[in-house]
């Protein structure tokens, strides 16, 4: 079972910027599409963004569309969102997860596209 810890979360004023990271144990790790998710409490877990295992496609929700970007360094088992222009609409718990197959991409249509998700990072962004 994999393990994906989350680190990066913080308080930020609105205009500015946060990267995320999450640390994925495990082999295969590069076989793996990941994705990031943001939940409001009282609120459905939403898609933020998604990269394929190479890291060559990406899939973004139109509301990170332009400010966020994800990436990933297979080398260090390590998913990246970096985030930009920061608005208090985006004041969530963070979480990153992996798709549940291998070598499977594809636009997220519900969240059991993700087998295995970590505990989340809270982002606070103040007016």
């Known amino acids: 079972q994999v393990q994906l810890v989350e680190s990066g979360g913080g308080l930020v004023q609105a205009g500015g910027s946060l990267r995320l990271s999450c640390a994925a144990s495990?082999?295969?790790?590069?076989?793996?599409?990941m994705g990031w998710f943001r939940q409001v409490p009282g609120k459905e877990r939403e898609f933020g963004a998604a990269i394929s295992g190479s890291g060559g496609s990406t899939y973004y929700s139109d509301s990170v569309k332009g400010r966020f970007t994800i990436s990933r360094d297979n080398a260090k088992n390590t998913v990246y969102l970096q985030m930009n222009s920061l608005k208090p609409e985006d004041t969530a718990g963070y979480y990153c997860?992996?798709?549940?197959?291998?070598?499977?991409?594809?636009?997220?249509?519900?969240?059991?596209?993700?087998?295995?998700w970590g505990q989340g990072t809270q982002v606070t962004v103040s007016s």
């Open positions: 997860a992996r798709y549940t197959s291998a070598g499977v991409f594809r636009r997220p249509t519900s969240l059991a596209d993700f087998g295995s």
């Open positions: 495990g082999r295969s790790f590069s076989s793996y599409g």
